[in-house]
């Protein structure tokens, strides 16, 4: 029996972890997968009920679990807390830590109903499917950082960017992986015509190919990698990057494919997977039925493909949203001329329904 954590978290959080759920439910019913969901408070709305952003029992819950599935934290309501018990430093950033998940993996793929819905041309994303990893507890933003005041006047700083090859080899390997279960294609991102860093990555990555001889490895460096996203991005399939480039490029990936609403997350590494929507707790449209659900109901179908290795069951959640995406189905955010318009909950229901 696989134990899952849910965690609900603040504003939209909720009601697109309701849709997740009741997709869940549908997944059991039809596959008879065994599972159980356990929700705790996490976030502004555990900050209200117990006085701190991560109970002790939420992170002991997360810990004993083989999956996380968490919605989204944060809101005004918490904005002028102190900053350890603000939802997002307080309680996101010390769960990924404490859960050692240092691989972000982004897919951006366009469903075909929703061509139009890109700011790129039809033919330019149209069959796109991609996925970027990120490396997510190293690099730049971990880095020593010091400022200081020059006699002169104005400031100095050093910001300190350090990698060791046990930190390369380890994300390189997930992403290694993931290309031999997709297309096979990686391409690993780096500036290793200036960094060093880039230089030791590179010679890591190039190192591991030779235990993966059906996964096809190529270099490109970030600033052509950042043109090819948006001339050509059908010709990648699998991206490896370091931390920044990674925060920088999956941002720009996630936007060839219309709305913040439609795209899922997974963080990797330890032994609980992390599953979550790449959108916040979006607080301008919470409460209002009116946020799509999708984003939430792909991330729950990650957490059935990495953490409980149940690639039909996966599969069948993703058809569903295709399927419901096909009748024409539409939540605000992807609304189009002619289509049917739906809140949140029906949105979820649809996909269910349909598994
Ligand atoms: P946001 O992602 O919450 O919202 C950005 C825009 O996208 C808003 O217009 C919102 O209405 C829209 N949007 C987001 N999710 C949507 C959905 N499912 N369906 C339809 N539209 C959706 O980002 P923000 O407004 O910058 O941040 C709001 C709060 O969320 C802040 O407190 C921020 O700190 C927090 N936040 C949390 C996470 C997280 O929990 N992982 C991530 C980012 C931001």
Sequence with gaps: MFKITVLPGDGVGPEVIAGALRVLEAVRKRTGAKFELREAPFGGSAYDQTGTPLPEETLRLCLDSDAVLLGAVGGPKWDSLPVQQRPEAGALLPLRKKLEVFANIRPSTVFPSLA??????REVVEGLDLVVVRELTGG????????????????????????????????????FELARRRRGKLT????????????LWREVVSGLAAQYPDVELNHMLVDNCAMQLVRNPKQFDV???????????SDQASQLTGSIGMLPSASLGGRVGLYEPIHGSAPDIAGRDVANPIASILSAAMMLRYSLRMDEAAGLVERAVNDVLQEGYRTADIMQPGMHRVGTAEMASLIAERI
Excluded at 116 to 121: C, E, G, P, W, Y
Excluded at 188 to 199: I, T, Y
Excluded at 239 to 249: A, K, P, S, W, Y
Aim: glycine share 10%.
């Design 188 to 199: 690993s991102v780096d500036k290793a015509n200036v960094l060093e860093s880039s230089r």
């Design 239 to 249: 991206l490896l990057t370091e931390n920044m480039f990674g925060d920088i490029l």
């Design 116 to 121: 139009d819905a890109s700011t790129l041309k």
């Design 140 to 175: 730049l933003y971990f880095g020593e950082k010091r400022r200081e005041e020059l006699p002169g006047g104005g400031c100095r700083v050093v910001e300190t960017l350090e990698y060791t090859t046990g930190e390369i080899e380890r994300v390189a390997r997930v992403a």
